[in-house]
Structure formats: C-alpha cells, structure tokens
C-alpha cells in the first residue's frame, strides 16, 4: 500500500490550491480516504473524507464550505481542492486510509501547503 | 464537539513502562486508536480497536479502555520509542466525526 501527495507549494491569503493523493497496492475504491493536516509544531488535524464510492463526504468545522474534496476511480487518486486559504491553513496534509468508521491504517508522508504574503 | 485530552508530555527511563493517557466522556463506549509520530516522518498506526496491533507492531505496545480512560502502555520503553502519541476516536453522532487528541510527547531520559 502507497499513498503519494503532491501539489503543495506557497500560495497567497484568498488563493486557490489543489493538492493530489495518488494511491496504490489496494482496491482503491474499497476504502474511504481522509486528509489529515498538522501544522508546523502541532497535533494531528481530521480535515475530510470521502467514501469509496465518492457519494458521501464530511469535512471539519475549519474548512467546510471552503475545502472539497473528490476522488477519481479510475486514476486511483484523490484530491483536495481548497479555496479562501487562510494563513492557519498553512500545514503538512496528509491523505490517510481508513475502513468506514477505523483506524487510518497507511498515511503518505504528506504535501506543505504554506499561506503567506 | 466530542473532545479528547491527552498530557502533552511523559517521561520514562529506558526499560520502564510508559503509560499514555486519553480521556474523554465515556471514551470506554467507543474504539480508540494510537498513532506514533517521529520528527519528519507520518504518523504510524500502533494500536487499533483499543487493544489490537497491526502486523509489525512489537507486543511491547498494548492498549486498554474503560469508563473515561484510553491508556496506551508502551513496556521496556526504548530509545527508539521516543516520539509524539496521538489517541484517536471516531464518533458518530456529530459531522465531523475523526477526532484527534493533542497528542503526548514521550521522552526517554
């Protein structure tokens, strides 16, 4: 199992970023993925998740109606769109696997999303 | 919103027993999860389901639950055991239902 992001870079206050997850070593539509974020010297962070079938999705309180996130099957990827960034949205995401309702079992080593002026 | 509260840090000389805390209301009715955390690396699933480990994982990492209490023990504690720890639930009856605690900081003297 190998889960890669990747799109990650500085972008300024009210911008726009896309960041991509792209997965192997599974049946990629079998599992619900999430993005984890942590910020420079802080905890663990639950940001969304997505089902495997792409109906259902949740987000936190910090990103909703600001994030989306969508996954592409056939690709075996995931992807987190963000707009409206925030300088506390500067942080390390990470995409996690996790069965419905456990334990995020394989993370990736995650993409730096860095808010500034 | 459901919260978890765990020590920001506990200490432990090499080959004692490490005992990190997680409360949260009736924490002991929902399954928790422990990640490991090295500087610069992703977090790693240790134990799952309160008390099970995943392949790979020494028997030296075990976990428990009741009433308001998670506990993750960590015995004959190595320098390589030195890391940040985070509990984990997941908790349906809210929309944002992974919750994370702030994560504990072991240091091995």
């Known amino acids: 199992v190998q889960l890669l992001e990747s799109g990650g870079a500085v972008v300024q206050p009210g911008g726009s970023l896309r960041l991509s997850c792209s997965a192997s070593?599974?049946?990629?539509?079998?599992?619900?993925i999430h993005w984890v974020r942590q910020r420079p010297g802080k905890g663990l962070e639950w940001v969304s998740l997505?089902?495997?079938?792409?109906?259902?999705?949740y987000y936190g309180d910090s990103v909703r109606g600001r994030f989306t996130i969508s996954r592409d099957n056939r690709k075996n990827s995931l992807y987190l769109h963000m707009n409206s960034l925030r300088p506390e949205d500067s942080a390390l995401y990470f995409c996690?696997?996790?069965?419905?309702?456990?334990?995020?079992?394989?993370w990736g080593q995650g993409t730096l999303v860095t808010v500034s002026s | 919103s459901y919260v978890l509260s765990q020590p920001p840090s506990v200490s432990v000389a090499p080959g004692q027993t490490a005992n990190i805390i997680c409360g949260g209301s009736?924490?002991?009715?929902?399954?928790v999860h422990w990640y490991q955390q090295k500087p610069g690396q992703a977090p790693l699933l240790v134990v799952y389901?309160?008390?099970d480990r995943p392949s790979g994982i020494p028997e030296r990492f075990s976990g428990s639950n009741s009433g308001i209490t998670a506990t993750l023990t960590i015995s004959r504690v190595e320098v390589g055991d030195e890391a940040d720890y985070y509990c984990?639930?997941?908790?349906?009856?809210?929309?944002?239902?992974?919750?994370f605690g702030g994560g504990t900081k072991l240091t091995v003297l």
């Open positions: 996690a696997r996790a069965p419905w309702g456990g334990a995020f079992d394989y």
């Open positions: 070593g599974f049946t990629f539509d079998n599992y619900a």
């Open positions: 997505i089902s495997g079938d792409g109906r259902t999705t």
């Open positions: 009736n924490i002991g009715t929902k399954s």
């Open positions: 389901d309160d008390s």
């Open positions: 984990q639930v997941w908790d349906r009856s809210t929309d944002h239902p992974w919750i």
